[in-house]
């Protein structure tokens, strides 16, 4: 594509969202136009290279890149869909911002000619498209928008939000269903027959405000029942019982099927979304705050576990194994793994060891710390205690006959057959 050829498709913020949706319309033939405020992003994107991790992503951004079919861009440009994929972070007092959904709906709506077709895919508070809509009424009067005209609108306005998995959102983009929210049925269509384009997966038509709502119904869903698997770690750690065997025997029950209990609750999302309904009815969303505060609360409480075993051990190094907020990828945002880590690394300094394959070198937070980052190797070789905060395939792999010996707290349950350490204390007092 040249640069002045018409995109058929701007996608609008270059995220772990953005960049890959826009690669994918990109491989499907249609010209995009990739939209973001970040220079280094646009950059990185136009010499064919990317700026986040995600499995297949860098071979594709190439090929779409050096083919012509995907450019990027500070600035939007006219075109015939516009998707937006920004960032809807909550401020202060966990309150929703849709700050970057509004500046850059007025940025589409500047462009926008009769036939175009907007689609918001941002994890979004009910009612945010159709403020899109309202927004886009106020700046284009020349317009007739949908929901507030009596006659066939000039553009379509609808709601669809992304569910892939961070690692394999390639896969999950193309093959997932995918719930279409119009402002009006006629919306709705119009933004089906663009997904249709790309999408294997069903694609399945409703209101905006129901979409909206379904995304925030599935993350909440999610936190809930793992907020029932930390919990459950907690009550086993009181009544001395192992929760992973208790949850691998429950789960043997045809109905039922228990998370993973872990250092709590990572990422922008699961983390995140919950909120935005807990802001909408305050009174009514017990059960999704009261998950929240549970798995909040699990991170505290394996930084005061992990601080009283290392307390009562001050000259043996101690390995942290993980910082990223869920296993094999490099994501270190809002990660408990991290939270723990850090806490760990203040109070007790150069006495801990950080494992991280995925980081190159520790975050800021750490620098003043004394804790170093080491790898794997060293980490087995000279450390006594291992704190695992991350279920990596490379710490699941150690085998155990090099970690008999270590005392363990095991937070993700990685490594079954590892001795419990009060035990294995026990046995090395027996054994002297
Ligand atoms: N976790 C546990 N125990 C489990 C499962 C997860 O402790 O049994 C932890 C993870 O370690 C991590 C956090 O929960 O810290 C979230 O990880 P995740 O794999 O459950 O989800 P995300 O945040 O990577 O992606 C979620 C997905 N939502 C659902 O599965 C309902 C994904 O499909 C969404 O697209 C994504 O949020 C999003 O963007 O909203």
Known sequence: MSLQEKPDICVIGLGYIGLPTAAIIARSGSKVLGVDVNPAVVETIAAGKIHIEEVDLDGLVKGVVSRGNLRTSLQLEPSDVFVIAVPTPFTEGHVPDISYVLEATTNVAACLKP??????????????????????????????????TSEIPDIAIAYCPERVLPGKILEELINNDRSIGGITPRCARKALTFYKGFVRGECVTTDARSAEMTKLVEN???????????????????????????????????????????????????????????????DEAKLIKTARDVNDGKVDY??????????????????????????????????????????????????????????????????????????????????????????HDVFKSIPLAERAQKMVYDTRGIWPDQPRYEDQALDLKLAS
């Open 115 to 148: 036939g175009d077709i907007i689609v918001l895919e941002s994890t979004s508070p009910v009612g945010t498209t159709e403020k899109m809509r309202d927004l886009i009424s106020k700046l284009r009067p020349d317009l007739k928008v949908p929901g507030l």
């Open 220 to 282: 909440a869903y999610r936190d809930l029942n793992i907020a029932f698997a930390n919990e459950l770690s907690v009550i086993a750690d009181k009544m001395e019982l192992d929760v992973w065997e208790v949850i691998k025997l429950a789960n043997r029950h045809p109905r039922v099927n228990i998370l993973q209990p872990g250092p709590g609750v990572g990422g922008h999302c699961i983390a995140v979304d919950p909120w935005f309904i807990i802001h909408s009815a305050k």
């Open 302 to 391: 394996v930084s005061k576990k992990s601080a009283e075993l290392i307390a009562k051990h001050p000259t043996k190094r101690v390995a942290c194994m993980g910082l990223a907020f869920k296993a094999n990828i490099d994501d270190f945002r809002e990660s408990p793994a991290k939270k723990v880590a850090l806490d760990l690394a203040q109070e007790f300094g150069a006495q801990i060891d950080i494992v991280e394959p995925f980081a190159a070198e520790l975050p800021e937070e750490f620098s003043s710390t004394g804790a170093k980052l080491i790898d794997l190797d060293d980490a087995i070789e000279n450390c006594e205690i291992f704190i695992n905060l991350v279920d």
